[in-house]
């Protein structure tokens, strides 16, 4: 009696498909990480010995941590204004009409076929003594004198939330176009307001959104290098310019591999958070 084939599932594949992608990776991102590591264990930029001391010298120098630490909080702050002016963005969207919408998703896709040394001088422009801002509010008469608004951390902040903004409204309109509207019917047909049953019904409901575009958001925040440098000014030292000094200026790679290890072990440790965050808040969707 002749025996019958199983058939496949139709999302089965060959797991020797995924060699190709697996060998891309490999080359160009294993490999190079791992040359990165290897160099970050030279003792010295010559390479007469090896060990843990560039990692040594970084964490044991108050500056340093500093700098790291500076660098983290810069995209933590830099997340929370996103979010303050990135969720209204979303949420306006999914609640008007079909030619709003595509005004809407325009204007926030806009900033990204723009290269971001165009929008980083930009910023600048608006942010000069003789700016756009400075210049209203002379011409009011609120101001006597110029404010000093670029080549400072308020300034930075606001350009890199600007400049990331598509990463934190795109997740959310997703997330908040994903709530059934009969819930937030029933909410106000069992006599709660308008406030509450956004804080009790809507927000909790778009935490996988707010997750996701925080994660894009700090990630591309943090790494933004032309825009911590242009508008920083040189005034604010953050880890991808502390990075571009040691190895391009001091020409000291080994403690500049050091320093990218421990950036990207940093980075990670926050996505990790995120995800743990993200896990959390799907089953608070789902509940």
Do not use: C, H
């Not at 992608?21 to 930029?45: E, I, K, N």
């Not at 964490?59 to 969720?87: E, N, P, R």
């Not at 920083?232 to 990075?243: D, R, T, V």
């Amino acid at each position: 009696m002749a025996t019958t084939a199983t058939p496949k599932a139709p999302t089965a594949y060959d797991l020797k498909l995924a060699l190709p992608l697996g060998a891309f990776l490999a080359v160009f991102f294993v490999a190079p990480l791992a040359v990165l590591f290897l160099l970050s264990l030279q003792s010295d930029p010559k390479g007469t010995s090896y060990g843990l001391s560039q990692y040594g010298n970084f964490l044991g120098d108050a500056f340093s941590l500093g700098v790291l630490g500076s660098t983290l909080l810069l995209g933590v702050k830099v997340t929370a204004l996103s979010f303050l002016l990135g969720y209204p963005v979303a949420f306006a969207y999914t609640r008007v009409g079909a030619r709003l919408k595509s005004l809407i998703i325009l204007i926030v896709l806009l900033p990204l076929l723009t290269s971001v040394v165009v929008r980083t001088f930009a910023w600048i422009v608006i942010l000069g003594r003789q700016g756009i801002i400075n210049s209203a509010l002379l011409s009011m008469g609120l101001i006597s004198t110029p404010l000093k608004l670029l080549y400072t951390e308020s300034g930075l902040v606001v350009a890199l939330a600007q400049v990331q903004m598509p990463l934190m409204v795109l997740p959310l309109i997703t997330a908040i176009g994903r709530i059934d509207p009969n819930l937030t019917d029933a909410s106000a047909a069992l006599g709660s307001g308008a406030w509450r049953t956004f804080f009790k019904v809507t927000l909790p409901l778009s935490l996988p959104g707010i997750i996701a575009g925080s994660l894009l958001t700090y990630a591309a925040a943090i790494t933004a290098f032309i825009t911590q440098s242009l508008v920083g000014g040189g005034q604010m030292l953050f880890m991808p310019m502390y990075l571009y000094q040691q190895a391009s200026t001091l020409q000291n790679w080994p403690f500049a591999a050091a320093i990218s290890i421990i950036f990207l072990v940093a980075v990670l440790a926050v996505v990790t958070l995120f995800n743990l965050l993200g896990r959390l808040s799907r089953g608070v969707a789902s509940a």
